[in-house]
Nanobody, 121 residues
Framework: QVQLVESGGGLVQAGGSLRLSCAAS????????MAWFRQAPGKEREFIVG???????RYADSVKGRFTITRDNEQNTVNLQMNTLGPEDTAVYYC???????????????WGQGTQVTVSS
């Protein structure tokens, strides 16, 4: 069993940055494809970025050029650096892990509890 725990969310002004971290226990994250999703109030959960076991990444157009996903295998974490944040980025952010990389949330077996990111204008 894998437990995922996100951290690093909070309140930031528009134009600012945050770094989210997803820590794992129970298994080594390098074995899994990992992704970050987010869900804003009244909206469906959406894929924003993913990284395969080989390190290939894919970004949603809405975050491309502003967000960066990285793995830290020593710390057994997956991190999300978010720059140039805007109010439209306000959401609960979730990390997810699965055997295969996908933009479909149904492909992921393990989920964190989510961390709130709020961007004020």
């Amino acid at each position: 069993q894998v437990q995922l725990v996100e951290s690093g969310g909070g309140l930031v002004q528009a134009g600012g940055s945050l770094r989210l971290s997803c820590a794992a226990s129970g298994r080594t994250l390098s074995w899994f494809a990992m992704a970050w999703f987010r869900q804003a109030p009244g909206k469906e959960r959406e894929f924003i970025v993913g990284i395969s076991t080989s390190g290939l990444t894919r970004y949603a157009d809405s975050v491309k050029g502003r967000f960066t996903i990285t793995r830290d295998n020593e710390q057994n974490t997956v991190n999300l650096q978010m720059n140039t944040l805007g109010p439209e980025d306000t959401a609960v952010y979730y990390c997810a892990g699965g055997r295969f990389f996908s933009v479909d949330s149904r492909s992921y077996d393990y989920w964190g509890q989510g961390t709130q990111v709020t961007v004020s204008s």
